[in-house]
């Protein structure tokens, strides 16, 4: 008993002098506050502007879509086209219209031909005999009804007859003026205005025409394809008929956490790797840096990593002929100059 009593003290008295002995504190490894490199995740882009949504100008039935996902097309290459039949009719009765309008000014503004001024004096040479011959058969009826040998009511109606005749002979002298005259200033701009309305309902009718032909408007690929023969194309809609980039002139866009944005600038080197080519390094720099910082919209490959943080948008320039596929998810290595 005086013996495990003995071992108890002393075994006290050990750990009560280890506890006294003064010690060095160890401090906690801290963790390089600038590394080599600045990581972030990035997709694959078109350059601005290189990839564009196609749609159709009117709304209106595929006839044909000529192209497939895959195709390369040139700048101005028909992609397809719209059912047009009733626009055609159209444009067809417009020209008709426009044809007959166009004569009838030229005849107006040509005046009027010797054979229409002859036809209007022979005319009036007409009348004015039929006046004679009412005039006389007038007052022969006058003095038979003073005489009374007629009644008063064929008198009244040789004075009707008499005017009727005044008044063709007068109609007469009219025309025959007006056709010796030619056409009024008033009269060929009505004739002129006919005109212009029925050119511009052409002019409308083919415009209308030309926008049932879809064009590409930039060399590319089609990398999608959303409409089909037969299909019905709006303009409002959001989708687009086909979607065409250029895959030739690609970049990436990084986001690069708010904590580093101090550490880049514009030129900075960049190593871009993609999990779909493990042993291919490609290489680019900075091109641009946004100006405003905003939430992540790429899920980073490290889980550690905070989802809510800020970032900043980084464009990165990509060497020509990198294999990398549009909106491909890469790792973005930047080497930062100071570093």
């Not at 948008?313 to 973005?332: E, H």
């Amino acid at each position: 008993m005086k013996i495990l009593l003995g071992v108890i003290i002393l075994a006290t008295l050990l750990v009560l002098g280890y506890s006294l002995i003064p010690r060095t504190p160890v401090q906690p490894e801290r963790e390089a506050i600038d590394a080599p490199f600045v990581a972030a995740e990035g997709k694959v882009e078109t350059l601005a502007g290189r990839e564009v949504q196609v749609g159709a100008e009117l709304t209106g039935r595929i006839e044909k879509v000529f192209v497939n996902e895959g195709d390369v097309v040139k700048k101005g290459q028909v992609l397809a086209k719209l059912e047009s039949k009733d626009i055609l009719a159209k444009l067809n009765e417009a020209e008709s219209e426009r044809i007959v309008a166009k004569a009838r000014l030229d005849e107006v503004v040509s005046g009027s031909r010797a054979e229409e001024i002859e036809e209007a004096a022979a005319a009036q040479r007409a009348a004015s005999a039929e006046l004679d011959l009412a005039k006389a058969n007038l007052e022969r009826y006058r003095k038979l009804s003073t005489d009374g040998v007629v009644p008063t009511a064929s008198f009244e109606e040789k004075q009707r007859e008499y005017e009727v005749a005044r008044n063709r002979l007068k109609q007469a002298e009219e025309r025959k003026a007006l056709l010796e005259k030619g056409p009024t200033r008033e009269t060929i701009a009505v004739h002129e205005t006919t005109v212009h309305r029925a050119e511009a309902a052409k002019q409308y009718l083919e415009r209308l025409l030309e926008k049932t032909v879809v064009t590409a408007p930039i060399s590319g690929k089609i990398i999608r394809k959303n409409l089909h023969d037969g299909e019905v194309v709006y303009t409002e809609s959001p989708v687009p008929l086909v979607v065409i980039a250029d895959t030739e002139k690609m970049r990436i866009n990084a986001e690069v956490d708010e904590t580093d944005t101090g550490r880049i600038q514009l030129g900075d080197p960049v190593e871009v790797r993609s999990d779909a080519y493990p042993r291919l390094l490609l290489t680019g720099e900075i091109q641009e840096i946004a100006d405003y910082v905003g939430t992540r919209q790429i899920l980073p490959n490290n889980p550690t990593k905070n989802l809510d943080m800020k970032v900043i948008q980084v464009k990165i320039s990509l060497s020509p002929g990198a294999p990398l596929k549009l909106g491909m998810t890469v790792d973005v290595r930047i080497k930062p100059k100071g570093n």
